[in-house]
Structures are given as C-alpha cells and as structure tokens.
C-alpha cells in the first residue's frame, strides 16, 4: 500500500503536491525509506522536506507561490502535449488522406519519385517536439506582443527543418506545414495562457498578429531583384505559405474548414472530408508548389477546371478525385501548398475542442 501511496505522489508532475500516509496495523506511519525511497523533498527550497517541515523554515505564501507555480507549469506541459499531439495528428491525417491529386498518398506517390508514405512517416515522427516548443513559447509569452511570439518560434522552425531533412535524407517533405502549423500551435498556446476558447477565428487572428512583419517582407522581397522562383511569385502578387499566415489563413477560414466540417456533419470519415476539403482549395488557392512545376498558366487553368466541377458536385467522388490525380500526374503537378493548408485546416478543427481529441 505504501509503494502504491507513493506511485501516486511520484507518477505525475501533481502528485508532487500529495503527501500519503500510511500506517501499519501498529499505527506506526510507513516511511518512504522503508520501501527504499529516498525521504520527499521541499516543494520550496528542494532540500529533505521533514527538516523545513520541523524548523518551519518556509513561510505559508512561500509554500503557496512554490505550489501554485507547479499547477501552472504541470497545465502548461499538458496544453503543449496536447497541442503538439493534434499538429502530429493533423499531419498524419493529411498524408492518410487518399485520393489527393498530384500528391503522395495511399494509392500512390503523386508527381514524386524522390518520396512515399514512409518518407513522410520519418518527417512526421521527428517534428512532434517542434510543435510541443512552439506552444509552450506562446504559453509563455501570453503577456506579451503576439509579434514577439513569432520572432522566438522562428529559430524552432529552423532547426525542425535540419531534423526534417535528416530523417528524410534531404528531401523537402514538410517545410511549408513546419511553418504554418508552428504558427498556429504557437497561436493556440497564447490563447490558452490567456484562458481563451482556441476557436478558429481567434487562433486565425492571432496568427494574424504574429505575422504582421511577413506582410512587409513580402512587400519588400516583391520589390527587389528576384533570386529564386518564390520571391519571383512574390512579385506577381503570389505570396504562398507566408501570405496564407500574414492573411489569418484566410483560405482555411473561409473554404476548407467550412467544407470539412460540413462533410464531418453528413457523416463522412475523416479521408473522405479530408479529400472533399482538398478539392475545394485546390479550385481556390493558387498553389506555388505546382506553380513551380507547370507554370502559373496551367496552374489557372487546372483551377477553373476544378471550379466548374464543383459547381456542378460540391462533393465530387473517389473516381473524380482520381481521374483529376492521373490528370495532375501527367502535367507533374503537386499541389504541396494545399497539402499543408489541409493539415492546417485539421490542426483548427481538433484544436477547439482540444480536451475532446487526445
């Protein structure tokens, strides 16, 4: 019994704060040391805690700011658990997904040779702590500019990118998705310090806020002398991934949630709502991953096409889906941008009603 008292005192960061006592049918009380443990240590200074217990060596407030401050930290680690679980989980369901044109998924790798399923298994398992940092920084810094949050998670987002590229073994699998769904993990950590709802719209404009700086790099990388194909888009007013979080992921908001959500509602599973959501951003969004591939002509023709069919079937089917993947397949087309904006449209989904999801 006195082992079991003890598991629960040790077994979480909270149990910190249980004292159990056990007595033996003498009512002689069981020590810790009885059963080989090493005698509780004080919340407050960390030394044996019976001899501050005896000497009274720390004042009530001491002991009740020392406690406090361990519920505050034991909730926090819980909220980035959380948050970083459902970013892993809305990349996974992104990938699961099946069919998406142009992309790598269960039926096939799309327009790539250099990556399958397990290619983006390897990236998914090594970003998990990336988004547990990037929400526990907005936890952290809840009282402070959302600006300031943006400029601690970029260096985060950095080195999950080497961590990427190692377990892929250079291949660009997840660079966009680092970037968006850091962004929104941070976000979400914010709200949750300020014990605000994580509803779509405040996680879409605190994003907003974060990222206010991006609007002016855009506007500076457009105006000078391009030097690769995406600042060669920023001038043509394309701004991709960094336009998608500067507008409050306006795409997500206003298109896929919506769809999703909607599908989730008739009773479709997760990769049939999934694939419908893909559909409709892929009419919407000028995706620069298959801008990159085909030219931004054909990109706006694929996107007409897409639209004429959803307003004959907002909801197209599987054979659709597929005969729109060969179609993308043929031209080289990969809709990556897309991709990411759907694990980010799941990452909005699971993180209103958070506790409901892990």
């Known amino acids: 019994v006195k082992r079991l008292a003890c598991a629960v005192e040790e077994g979480t960061p909270l149990g910190r704060l249980f004292d159990i006592d056990v007595l033996a049918p003498s009512g002689e009380k069981l020590s810790r040391e009885e059963i080989g443990l090493p005698a509780r240590r004080c919340l407050v200074c960390g030394r044996p805690g019976k001899g501050c217990a005896r000497s009274h060596a720390h004042s009530l407030e001491e002991v009740v700011k020392a406690s406090l401050g361990l519920m505050e930290r034991s909730f926090q680690d819980q909220f980035a658990d959380a948050a970083a679980c459902l970013a892993t989980r809305a990349l996974l369901y992104e990938i699961c997904t099946t069919p998406k044109p142009g992309l790598v998924d269960r039926n096939n790798n799309g327009s790539h040779a250099d990556m399958d399923m397990f290619t983006f298994a390897d990236s998914i398992s090594v970003l998990t702590p990336y988004f547990r940092q990037c929400a526990m920084a907005g936890q952290e810094l809840c009282q402070d500019r959302p600006e300031r949050l943006f400029e601690r998670i970029r260096s985060f987002g950095m080195v999950a990118e080497d961590r990427m590229f190692s377990a892929t073994r250079g291949v660009n699998t997840h660079k966009g998705a680092i970037f968006l769904l850091g962004i929104l993990a941070a976000a979400a950590g914010w709200l949750h310090g300020k014990e605000c709802r994580l509803l779509p719209e405040a996680v879409c404009q605190t994003s907003q806020a974060m990222t206010a700086c991006l609007g002016e790099e855009c506007r500076r990388l457009a105006a000078s002398q391009p030097r690769s194909h995406g600042e060669r888009l920023l001038a043509l007013g394309i701004r991709g991934a960094r336009g998608e979080a500067a507008g409050g992921f306006a795409s ?19 990769e049939r709502a999934g694939a419908v959501a893909l559909m409709h951003l892929l009419a919407r969004v000028l995706d620069t991953n298959a801008i990159t591939r085909t030219g931004i002509e054909a990109q706006q023709a694929a996107r007409a096409r897409l639209q004429a069919l959803l307003r004959n079937n907002p909801a197209p089917d599987d054979a659709a889906i597929c005969a729109i993947d060969e179609e993308y397949i043929a031209q080289n087309a990969s809709p990556g941008g ?8 799941w990452l909005l989904h699971f993180l209103e009603n958070w506790r409901d999801h892990i």
């Open 252 to 270: 997500v908001r206003r298109v896929s949630l919506p769809v999703l959500r909607a599908r989730l509602a008739l009773g479709d599973s997760p």
């Open 338 to 345: 897309c991709a990411d904006l759907l694990a980010a449209t």
